[in-house]
């Protein structure tokens, strides 16, 4: 759809009314109208198909098997035992696929089809939780450093970020009439939006939260970016950073995946008169002429740095002072058990493209259900979706942990003690069957790759290389493909754009290293790789940094130079 399709449909829509109430209620098709399609998206949820079932459904002149995606919004990724079960019980009863943890910190319904989902918007918000925003050209879920090992300092800027999430949510009561039934007040103007305006923003827009030395959050990939600076254990500001995005299209040089750029430092108290002077500055600057174009990463390319930091002085107030130095150590997660420095313990989970389904191998659901409920009985801890995938089972105390972790070694659910490193770090986004973008199997082909990449790194001896694989199915990149060390970028059905050469603590972009391959292509490309990285790696040496200073590939270098940590 074209941008000005867009525009228009954004700017006659009731703020983001349109006809979704007709649309919801027509009982002949499982479909919404086409514009209601793209106003669904503010309100948490994207129309799909069963692809797999396309053609089987066109020949007995059926309709496509539609079905919808719920994203809940969930700033930093924690939910209560008790929402977790709540949610639990959602995608039993209205959802196909369990829940999927995103690499935004959001739980995503899968296969909720159109007469069930208010009552599916109704019971989430039930366990006081929505899904406003979470799509949409707006402010999306806000991201933030998973691990609270630095605990009041964790708890402080979760708190932040949660704040910033609710001043940046749309002003329209249309989620809360649609879904919850709230009266409309008459004589009131739908479109009234003191941030985003009567068009919204030019297109999404992303915020991440770090805390050195863990970039889980991959805060260079954000269109506007926050880590968090600490003086003796003390947080004394945020350096900002603006531009990031990891979207690009095939066979088009003018989009592209870009790491966010340094644009000062802020005091705490800062935070949200300049994060919210980022914003209206991409909604009055952001090209609404061509959507591809649209991201933050592109107005600031086309106006500049300084040019878009005096925009931002100007809109806040605020004089930004230098950015500091950052000091990052790696972009994964810390699986198992960790103590955070008020002595709680923390378990992290390893969750195979964040799918919290059972299988025949592992009972995910009905595991994590159980420690649900011991937390609950407990009346202490909190789950904690992380950026990448997987699950934090945080602020336990001692006993707790010892129950914990004996469900869940009784349920095997401890998949991070018998996972390689690179299985530990592998991210994959939905792709086929749902994601209507995906050009190539993600999630569903990351078991096999795996298992077929292991084998090859087994027979260089490299079994216990921590490298960070990460699989697409198309260039839109929420899986964060490029900054994978090793990268498959869907082109066509079980065909792939290897990427290489990103480093480990998301700082650096990978490069295209061979296009449109198919597996064993994949192989042959990467076994010579592999086998000289073995023989002439040096201590420590990562594959990625290997492959750079060897001249395989060279990637674009990063924005900021880090301090090694």
């Given at each position: 759809?074209?941008?000005?399709s867009?525009?228009d449909?954004?700017r ?5 009314r ?9 009982p002949?098709t ?6 209601d399609?793209?106003?669904i998206k ?5 129309q799909q198909?069963d692809r797999d079932l396309?053609?089987?459904?066109r ?18 990724g924690?939910?209560?035992p008790t929402?977790?079960?709540r949610?639990?019980?959602i995608a039993?009863t ?7 943890l ?6 995503q319904f899968h296969?909720?089809?159109k007469?069930?989902l208010?009552a ?8 006081l939780?929505?899904?406003l925003?979470?799509?949409g ?10 691990n609270p090992?630095?605990?009041?300092v ?5 708190a ?13 009561r249309a989620?809360y ?5 709230e009266?409309r ?13 009567p ?16 970039n ?5 990939s954000?269109?506007?970016g926050f ?12 350096t900002?950073?603006?531009g990031g995005?990891?979207?690009?299209t095939h ?6 995946p870009?790491l966010?750029?340094?644009l ?8 949200i008169p300049v994060a919210?002077?980022v ?11 061509v959507?591809k174009?649209a991201r933050?990463?592109y107005t600031i390319?086309?106006?500049?740095l300084?040019?878009f930091?005096?925009?931002?002085e ?10 500091k130095p950052?000091?990052f ?5 810390r699986?198992?058990?960790v103590?955070?420095e ?11 493209a964040?799918?919290v389904?059972?299988?025949?191998d ?15 009985a ?8 992380t ?15 010892e129950?914990?972790?004996?469900l ?6 401890d998949?991070f003690?018998?996972a ?19 050009m ?8 096999a ?8 790194l087994a027979q260089?001896?490299?079994s216990?290389?921590?490298?960070h694989?990460?699989i697409?199915?198309?260039?839109n990149?929420c899986?964060?493909?490029?900054l994978?060390?090793i990268a ?13 050469g ?6 650096r972009?990978?490069a ?5 391959v ?5 192989l042959a ?6 086998a000289?990285?073995a023989a002439?790696r ?6 990625g940094d ?5 001249g ?5 270098p ?7 940590a």
């Open positions: 759809m074209s941008s000005h867009v525009e449909i954004k006659r829509s009731a703020g983001l349109g006809t979704l109430a007709a649309s919801l209620a027509d002949v499982g479909a919404l109208r086409e514009e399609q793209i106003l503010y309100h948490g949820s994207y198909d396309r053609e089987e459904r020949l007995s002149k059926l309709e496509p098997a539609y079905g919808f995606m719920i994203r809940t919004r969930t700033p930093g924690v939910l209560t929402q977790w079960l949610l639990d019980a039993s209205y959802a196909e696929r369990g829940l999927r995103t690499t935004r910190q959001a739980v296969g909720v089809i007469r069930e208010k599916t918007m109704q019971a989430i918000n039930a366990a939780i929505d899904t925003a979470a799509c050209d707006v402010n999306r879920n806000v991201a933030v450093a998973a090992l630095v605990s009041p964790h708890a402080m800027v979760h932040q970020a949660a704040a910033l999430s609710e001043h940046l949510l749309p002003n329209t989620y009439e649609l879904w919850l039934d009266e007040v008459a004589g009131g103007d739908p479109a009234e939006e003191p941030i985003y305006g068009t919204y923003l030019p297109r999404k827009f992303k915020i991440g939260f770090a805390i050195p030395p863990i889980d959050v991959d805060v260079f954000q269109d506007l880590v968090a600076q600490l003086e003796g254990g003390v947080l004394t500001g945020y900002v950073l603006v995005g990891m979207g690009s066979g088009d040089a003018e989009t592209y870009r966010a750029d340094p000062g430092f802020i005091r705490p108290e800062q935070l919210t002077a914003v209206t500055a991409q909604r009055d600057l952001g090209n609404r002429e959507r174009h933050l990463k390319d086309r106006i500049g300084d040019a930091r005096r925009e931002v100007a809109r806040s107030g605020i004089s930004l002072a230098p950015p950052l000091a150590e790696h972009n994964g997660d699986f198992g058990w103590q955070g008020d002595g709680k313990h923390h378990l992290t989970l390893r969750i195979p964040g799918r389904q059972d299988s025949e592992i009972p995910w659901q009905r595991g994590l259900r159980a420690v649900a409920r011991a937390l609950e407990a009346g202490e801890g909190q789950f904690r979706l950026p990448n995938q997987n699950l934090v089972i945080a602020g336990l105390s001692a006993p707790l942990r129950a914990v972790d004996a869940v070694a009784g349920h095997r659910l998949l003690r018998r390689s490193p690179l299985a530990l770090n592998a991210l994959a986004c939905v792709a086929l069957p749902t994601c209507g973008l995906a190539a199997e993600a999630e569903r082909y990351l078991p790759l795996l298992a077929t990449l292991e084998a090859k260089h001896g490299l216990e290389a921590d490298i694989l990460r697409s199915g198309c260039p990149g899986s964060r493909p490029y994978g060390e498959l970028v869907g082109k066509a059905p079980g065909r792939y754009n290897l990427m290489l990103a480093d480990h603590r998301g700082a972009l990978n295209l290293y061979r296009e449109n198919d597996e064993a292509q994949l490309a990467l076994d010579p790789l592999l000289d990285y002439r040096g201590v420590g040496e990562r594959f290997f492959l750079v200073r060897t395989v590939v060279r990637p674009k990063g924005p900021i130079p880090l301090v090694l």
